[in-house]
């Protein structure tokens, strides 16, 4: 910068930066427009004359130092001090030689002060002034705030102050003379090498840095330190200041470790977060909530937010906002709908707050988001299916109620149908122990179904009154309902009338306990039919003796006396004869019936053809009497059985189509037989009088007769000793008859009968 004698000054005047031309005593020759602003600013009063006249002393003291120096070297020097009465600022002085003007030295001020740390402010002073030449006294050092220590340049210490002292633990003079490579902190890297060759040039005038030192006790101590190089003809030191950061230090760790915890939180939540401006603009969005949006943070910064909002639920959180912009509300939360990036519709949990900045203002906004579609899902479908099941409980005939779990059970909802079923109106119900209504008797084990923490559904009948006063059976179904979490909510039960159903059990019931009477009796009359059977052998059997005496007698008296007698004692006496020989032919025809029923029957093979020729012969006479016929169709030739029990039925069923022929009728007979699985089936067809089908199985009861003694004879026992032959053959024997056609006799006979004792 040069100032020419040609040019006016006054020209140049504004443009000049702030400077002062000054002498070698310190007296000001000139101040540039700006320059007078800068110490004017400092000084309101007249500008000073000389540099004594600032009102500044550490300028004015500096200032005189450096113009001795530069005015012996001749060469320029630039300065720093802190600004007086702001605590936080330094100004940067150069002082020039006058290129032209001999003896004239050019002040370049400060156009604005730099930011300087206040820690450092009195340190700085003093180092700027120098220890011994500013003849600091010992009281300032020894008792400074900040630490301070004078060192060589090989790290021996020469001086340190109490503070310094006090920050390691030591006593001032148990740390001088020793080298402070023994206080650092072995892990620390040394200051920059290059910084410190420009401090030691005098390229720089303080180089800073922070590290640790080890205490005397061990523990490490965070420092901040400013380092200065002074040098001079003799000597070359380095002064420091030295600042505990400690607490700093771990307050700036914590607030890391805070910022990382919210950092990671804010990335790996599961929660969607976003800062947004109190304009709409969305400013940041974490990972979740890229992930629930489907938009990249960096897609979202050029959205706002309305646009990610469903079109229905746009606008109406409006208000709510402006609350907590204003501040008269701390957040807000609601349901909405976003649309995603692929289109896709979905339901949030919003809750929006306001960040507070230092104006106290809200200027930005914490969304936080959850993702609730599937929930909303859920709860769509469970309102479906609930509006399902209502209208199904609407309409059943069934009745579907719902009960609390409360201790009392009381209704809480009922189907209409309990109109029909039970008289009541569902209104008129709820909110009634449903106990009320069941029958007194059956109410407990009821109520204890009630009462009880089902498991399962549990069905169960019982009685219920209904309003006219009339009981009726109920079949419920009651089902414990349960929330997705296992938490019992409500007791459910379909129930349904089943009186008719239960009247007809007790029905059915009756009938079978009638049954079952009626089997007792014929248990108790089959077994005095046996004692029947016994008494009728023994009867017969012991009858036939005295029966025999009267009718010897009877003959003897008629063939002697006959012609003696009157014409009326002999009709008696043929009555008597008839009489004798019926009853006979019935004890004989009822000791047989016991022989077949209590005799043991020996089983062998017969050969029926010989069997039929016997018949034939036997049965000769009557036939040829009759005029009848007997024609066998392909009988098989042998079988096996009992040859005079067989004979018999077959005699009694031949005999009997003849004596019930009809009587103007000649009486053809037909047997046959033929195979079936385990048994020979024989039949014996008339063309007699036939049976009503009422008497079909009658006739084989004992002495059953359908025609009087004096129409056909007979003892009513032929067929009963005829069924029980066969019953001992494991066959089965009954009757196929039209009156006045003809009677079919069936019968089979087992092909291997067992044999069978009594
Ligand atoms: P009865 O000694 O009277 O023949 P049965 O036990 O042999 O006794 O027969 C019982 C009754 O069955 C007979 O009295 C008769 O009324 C009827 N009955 C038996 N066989 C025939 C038949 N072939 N045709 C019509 N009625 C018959």
């Not at 069941?438 to 019982?462: N, Q």
């Not at 067809?685 to 003694?709: C, M, T, V």
């Amino acid at each position: 910068m040069q100032i020419s004698a040609s040019i006016q000054p006054e020209l140049l005047y504004p443009l000049l930066p702030p400077l002062s031309l000054l002498d070698k005593d310190g007296n000001f020759i000139f101040h540039s427009e700006k320059a007078a602003k800068v110490i004017r600013h400092w000084n309101p009063q007249d500008l000073p004359k000389n540099i004594k006249g600032l009102n500044y002393p550490e300028l004015t003291e500096q200032l005189g130092y450096h113009l001795e120096i530069v005015s012996v070297n001749k060469e320029s020097k630039a300065f720093k001090i802190v600004a007086p009465n702001e605590e936080d600022h330094i100004l940067s002085f150069q002082l020039e030689v006058h290129p032209n003007l001999s003896d004239t030295y050019i002040l370049y001020l400060p156009q604005r002060a730099e930011p300087y740390l206040s820690q450092a402010q009195n340190s700085n002073r003093f180092f700027e002034n120098g220890l011994d030449n500013l003849s600091i006294p010992e009281a300032t050092f020894y008792n400074n705030a900040l630490g301070l220590t004078i060192s060589g340049l090989d790290g021996i210490i020469h001086r340190v102050n109490k503070t310094f002292a006090q920050m390691l633990a030591y006593e001032p003079d148990e740390l001088e003379g020793r080298s402070f490579y023994e206080l650092n902190h072995p892990s620390d890297t040394p200051p920059n090498k290059e910084l410190v060759q420009k401090l030691l040039r005098g390229e720089v005038d303080w180089i800073t840095f922070e590290k640790r030192y080890i205490r005397k006790d061990g523990r490490i101590v965070w420092s901040k330190l400013w380092v200065r190089h002074y040098e001079d003809a003799n000597t070359s030191f380095l002064i420091s200041t030295i600042q505990d950061i400690s607490e700093e230090k771990k307050r700036a760790e914590q607030l890391k470790r805070q910022q990382q915890q919210i950092e990671s939180i804010f990335s790996n939540t599961l929660v969607g977060i976003t800062l947004v401006s109190t304009e709409g603009d969305i400013l940041s969005a974490n990972p979740a909530f890229e992930k629930i949006i489907g938009y990249t943070e960096t897609e979202l910064k050029q959205l706002a937010f309305r646009e990610l909002t469903h079109p229905e639920d746009r606008g109406y959180n409006h208000q709510l906002r402006q609350q907590v912009i204003n501040q008269e509300a701390p957040y807000y939360s609601m349901i909405k709908r976003y649309i995603r990036k692929d289109g896709q519709i979905i339901w949030v949990n919003l809750s929006v707050s306001g960040l507070i900045n230092e104006n106290n203002e809200i200027k930005e906004l914490v969304g936080t988001v959850v993702n609730i579609s599937e929930e909303k899902i859920q709860a769509q479908k469970l309102q479906q299916s609930e509006k399902r099941y209502r209208l199904i409980a609407n309409n059943t005939q069934d009745l579907i109620s719902l009960f609390s779990i409360a201790e009392e059970a009381k209704i809480n909802f009922l189907s209409p149908s309990v109109k029909s079923l039970l008289g009541y109106p569902a209104e008129e119900l709820t909110d009634t122990p449903w106990t009320d209504l069941v029958h007194p008797d059956d109410r407990s084990f009821v109520a204890e179904i009630l009462m009880t923490d089902l498991i399962e559904k549990t069905v169960t009948r019982y009685r219920v009154n209904t309003k006219s006063g009339q009981t009726i059976w109920l079949e419920s179904v009651f089902v414990p309902v349960r929330s997705a979490q296992g938490e019992l909510l409500y007791l459910q039960a379909n129930s349904r009338n089943i009186t008719d159903s239960v009247k007809a059990e007790i029905a059915l019931d009756m009938k079978v306990a009638e049954l079952d009477d009626a089997n007792r009796k014929l248990k108790q009359y089959i077994s005095s039919n046996s004692e029947l059977e016994k008494f009728a052998y023994i009867a017969s059997h012991d009858l036939r003796e005295p029966l025999r005496t009267i009718i010897g007698f009877t003959q003897i008296l008629a063939s002697r006396y006959r012609k003696e007698l009157k014409p009326e004692a002999n009709q008696f006496l043929d009555l008597i004869l008839d009489a004798s020989k019926h009853m006979h032919q019935l004890v004989q025809d009822l000791l047989h019936y016991s022989r077949v029923s209590n005799e043991s029957m020996d089983y062998q093979e017969i050969a029926l053809p010989n069997l039929i020729r016997r018949l034939r012969s036997d049965l000769e006479e009557t036939i040829i009497e009759n005029n009848g016929v007997l024609i066998v169709l392909n009988l098989p030739s042998i079988i096996f059985g009992h040859e005079t029990g067989l004979y018999r039925v077959f005699l009694n069923l031949i005999s009997n189509s003849i004596k019930f022929r009809r009587k103007e009728v000649a009486p053809e007979i037909v047997i046959s037989g033929f195979e079936e699985e385990d048994h020979w089936h024989f039949s014996i067809s008339d063309n007699g009088i036939g049976i009503a089908a009422d008497y079909h199985e009658q006739i084989f009861l004992l002495f059953k007769r359908l025609h009087s003694k004096v129409d056909y004879e007979g003892s009513g026992l032929g067929l009963p000793i005829c069924r029980k032959i066969i019953d001992r053959h494991q066959g089965k024997i009954w009757v196929e008859s039209t009156p006045n056609v003809g009677s079919t006799f069936h019968f089979t006979v087992a092909k291997s009968p067992s044999v069978s004792f009594r």
